[in-house]
């Protein structure tokens, strides 16, 4: 079955950087565009970037935007997000997801929680 | 990218029908059939079960329903139940690769 296994996350301090990993199986990785999706405590989604299924095209928010970089390594059927100059609005529960048909969603891990903190 | 417009809630009673709207603009869901839907329970992972506006992923009951008119699009849930109490939120493609969420529903099952 398909798994989306998000890791990384903490506490880190504003300003700083951190990565994020999503370790997926269960299906053809290297053939799926993957997204990033947050959800700050207590509030909604919020869509934060996408890569294409070889890498060639990716997207981002413009609040994240030249702060954050999405990655993905097809060997290690891994996405990446590499978090620069953190703010405190960066907290949240960051979700990686599958693009399934028609710009959804189809697949969701279960989230690795980023707190930004002093 | 966009913010699309929910209400943030809605009830029923078990048996009756709710609707949850979500009100885009002219760049997003006037746009594009490209609305998908999603349910979150609380402290849960949202599960997809609208998508391209009415059209329902394997396994999802047939109570869920969507559908689109302007800049505007709607999710129906019929024969409401108890497990149906969740947080809703509606997404619509909006150019490139990006997405805009809905800032959810929270739907009470009196």
């Known amino acids: 079955q398909v798994q989306l296994v998000e890791s990384g996350g903490g506490v880190v301090q504003p300003g700083r950087s951190l990565r994020v990993s999503c370790a997926a199986s269960?299906?053809?990785?290297?053939?799926?565009?993957m997204h990033w999706v947050r959800q700050a405590p207590g509030k909604g989604l919020e869509w934060v970037a996408f890569?294409?299924?070889?890498?060639?095209?990716?997207d981002y928010a413009d609040s994240v935007r030249g702060r954050f970089t999405i990655s993905r390594d097809n060997s290690k059927n891994t996405l990446y997000l590499q978090m620069n100059s953190l703010r405190a609005e960066d907290a949240a529960v960051y979700f990686c997801?599958?693009?399934?048909?028609?710009?959804?969603?189809?697949?969701w891990g279960q989230g690795t929680l980023v707190l930004v903190s002093s | 990218q966009s913010a699309l417009t929910q209400p943030a809630s809605v009830s029923g009673s078990p048996g009756q029908s709710v609707t949850v709207s979500c009100t885009g603009t002219?760049?997003?869901?006037?746009?594009?059939?490209?609305v998908s839907w999603y349910q979150q329970h609380p402290g849960k992972v949202p599960k997809l079960i609208i998508f391209?506006?009415?059209k329902r992923p394997s396994g999802i009951s047939t109570r869920f329903s969507g559908s689109k008119s302007g800049n505007t699009a709607s999710l129906t849930i019929s024969g409401l139940q108890a497990e149906d109490e969740a947080d809703y939120y509606c997404?619509?493609?909006?150019?490139?690769?990006?997405?805009?969420f809905g800032g959810g529903t929270k739907l009470t099952v009196l």
């Open positions: 997404c619509s493609y909006t150019g490139r690769a990006s997405r805009g």
């Open positions: 391209e506006v009415n």
């Open positions: 002219s760049s997003d869901i006037g746009k594009y059939n490209l």
């Open positions: 890569m294409s299924y070889d890498g060639d095209n990716e």
């Open positions: 997801a599958r693009d399934g048909l028609s710009s959804s969603f189809d697949y």
């Open positions: 269960g299906f053809p990785f290297s053939v799926s565009g």
